[in-house]
């Protein structure tokens, strides 16, 4: 997972801090650069690839929607203001997601969520090739490739990465919804395997490396479109 570059156009010193608070909490993000004013923005804009921008509609030189108004090209935009009459034109811009101050860091996480169109839970952080999960008290990162399979520990799951165990703060179902499905099935229970790990399989046992693992009676049918996909391979 790449570490995504956050601008913040604000003014505002309080709502400054509180954002680089917020955004400080997500580890897949660089340090934010903050400009205070609209023209300075144009400027960070021009030298630097941002992967998201917060911008304040109040600001000392042109507003947040002129602002708009000079940028139809630009990096996706989570607006922040404490007016909602800026919402309507706001969205005719396309922007990403409407802020309204004060906000949440759960708010702001959803907003975060919608600009990058990855995957946010309290416990985990995924994108199209890793996810983020809550290992005790930190994020982890776990690359889909390197993840062989996942088994059931009650409320928690093992995660094994060359023949190493991890235990997440995540269920097994959690993970089955947010682990993707083209790489990842549901086999038992107990069990979720990467489908690119399997060497050998037949209507009770998948064989990943020297670990067997039982198919479940209930998940035989539903795994037919995996075994023709394997097999076309």
Known sequence: MKNYLPLIVEDDESSTSILREYLQKLPFLQKPIVCKTAFEALGALKQHSFDMVFLDMYLPDLSGEELLQ????????IITTSDPNFAVNCFDFDVADYLMKPFSFLRCVRAVNRALEMQVSDNSVADAHS???KV??????????DIDYVE??????????????????????SLEERLPKRNFARVQKSYIVNVEKIATYDTKYLQLGTTKIPIGLTYRNSLQGFWNLIDKG
């Open 152 to 173: 059931a520990f009650g409320i928690y799951s093992k995660l094994i990465t060359h023949h190493q165990v991890t235990v997440v703060n995540e269920t097994i179902t």
């Open 131 to 133: 996810i983020f999960l």
């Open 70 to 77: 000079l940028l139809p090209k630009r990096p996706p935009t």
């Open 136 to 145: 005790g008290r930190q994020l982890k990162q776990f690359h889909y490739k």
